[in-house]
Every structure is written in C-alpha cells, then in structure tokens.
C-alpha cells in the first residue's frame, strides 16, 4: 500500500494516460457505451452541453466514478447525480449525466 508521501507524490506527477488508466475499469461498458454514442451524436450536430439520463438496466455505476472518468478524459462542468428507489419504493432508477466539451 502506498504510503502518505507516495500518494502525494504520485498526485502531482501522474500523467493524463496514467489517471485515465487507473479510472477506466470503474465505469461499466454499458456505461462507457451509452456515453460514447451520445457524445458521438453531439459532435455530429455541432452541439458542446451533452445531458444524458441512463436507467437502472445500463447504468448503477457510482456518480463519483462516471464524474472521474469524464475528467480524466478532459470534459468540463461535469455533474453526474442518481435517483435511485429507496426500500419499498418501486420506481426505475435513473441517473443523468451533464457535460461540456471543450473548445
């Protein structure tokens, strides 16, 4: 296990691959698959704010791991927030995920 200091140093000198490496497997593909359609469609329509709402079915994957990733990827204003049931609620769960794409 990394020692306090390692953490520290290693914070300040990983590069961009080496985040992106250490954060990719925390994102399902399901996931991974839905954003990269959505930010494929956005391109092509000249669009930069990308919204996306995932049911449960594709995505349950932890908003602080989604929110990560696209960082690490280089997007902007990143907000990821799910609503998913408590107990003896039966709605869907979703979660939305906003986004910017950089100039």
């Not at 497997?25 to 995932?54: F, N, P």
């Amino acid at each position: 296990m990394l020692t306090a200091r390692q953490s520290s140093e290693l914070l300040s000198s990983m590069s961009a691959e080496e985040r992106l490496q250490a954060l990719n497997h925390k994102v399902k593909s399901k996931t991974k698959q839905a954003l990269e359609k959505k930010i494929r469609e956005s391109v092509a329509a000249y669009e930069r704010d990308i919204e996306l709402t995932l049911k449960a079915n594709v995505c349950t994957d932890e908003d602080e791991d989604i929110e990560a990733l696209l960082k690490a990827l280089g997007y902007n204003n990143v907000k990821v927030t799910s609503d998913f049931p408590g107990y003896n609620e039966s709605y869907k769960g979703t979660t939305t995920i906003k986004f910017t794409i950089p100039f």
